[in-house]
T-cell receptor, first 111, second 114 residues
Framework: AQSVTQPDIHITVSEGASLELRCNYSYGATPYLFWYVQSPGQGLQLLLKYFSGDTLVQGIKGFEAEFKRSQSSFNLRKPSVHWSDAAEYFC?????????FGAGTRLTVKP | KAGVTQTPRYLIKTRGQQVTLSCSPISGHRSVSWYQQTPGQGLQFLFEYFSETQRNKGNFPGRFSGRQFSNSRSEMNVSTLELGDSALYLCASSAPFSGANVLTFGAGSRLTVL
């Protein structure tokens, strides 16, 4: 069965600094991979997705993620974090109508 | 177009009661999935419906049930509520034959069980 691990429960970065959120997955075939963001009291919003092809995918709000099959990773990056990026971020792997989410990484942005 | 709409947004129940939550998917989306989100367990898959049929089910007790109507609207029901059922219940819809399950989430229904 597929599973997702987000090793970092909480990350704090300064505004303007770069960001990388880690995600490792376990899946028997080529996975469909996603990053979602959740602001307090809200549902999840899709940031980006990887289905196939180019391993570097661009998303909304200036985020990007890179699929590395050899490392079973799909890390999320942003070159310069804004205070509004403070939220919880979820990596997910999905196939056949069964999406599995990581435990999430809470991002705090220092002024 | 309108997003995924969940009602009610907030509700408080007492142990032993039952609750019904509603989800209206994006127009044209025929798949509806439900998730339970708690601080301790994170996001856990409850079930997924497509064309009024449950296609997949997570590892939850039988107290948790759902259904989908012909207009793709979905409801989930939790009977004999327990304190541990307090959670944010999220509904998500996806486009037909998307295969890769690009889920669009609603804002959730926050259930508090006292």
């Amino acid at each position: 069965a597929q599973s997702v691990t987000q090793p970092d429960i909480h990350i704090t970065v300064s505004e303007g600094a770069s960001l990388e959120l880690r995600c490792n997955y376990s899946y028997g075939a080529t996975p469909y991979l996603f990053w979602y963001v959740q602001s307090p009291g809200q549902g999840l919003q899709l940031l980006l997705k990887y289905f196939s092809g180019d391993t570097l995918v661009q998303g909304i709000k200036g985020f990007e993620a890179e699929f590395k099959r050899s490392q079973s990773s799909f890390n999320l990056r942003k070159p310069s974090v804004h205070w509004s990026d403070a939220a919880e971020y979820f990596c997910a792997v999905g196939a056949d109508n069964d999406m599995r989410f990581g435990a999430g990484t809470r991002l705090t942005v220092k002024p | 177009k309108a997003g995924v709409t969940q009602t009610p947004r907030y509700l408080i129940k007492t142990r032993g009661q039952q609750v019904t939550l509603s989800c209206s998917p994006i127009s044209g989306h025929r798949s509806v999935s439900w998730y339970q989100q708690t601080p301790g367990q994170g996001l856990q898959f409850l079930f997924e419906y497509f064309s009024e049929t449950q296609r997949n089910k997570g590892n939850f007790p039988g107290r948790f049930s759902g259904r989908q109507f012909s207009n793709s609207r979905s409801e989930m029901n939790v009977s004999t509520l327990e304190l541990g059922d307090s959670a944010l219940y999220l509904c998500a819809s996806s486009a037909p034959f998307s295969g890769a399950n690009v889920l669009t989430f609603g804002a959730g229904s926050r259930l508090t069980v006292l």
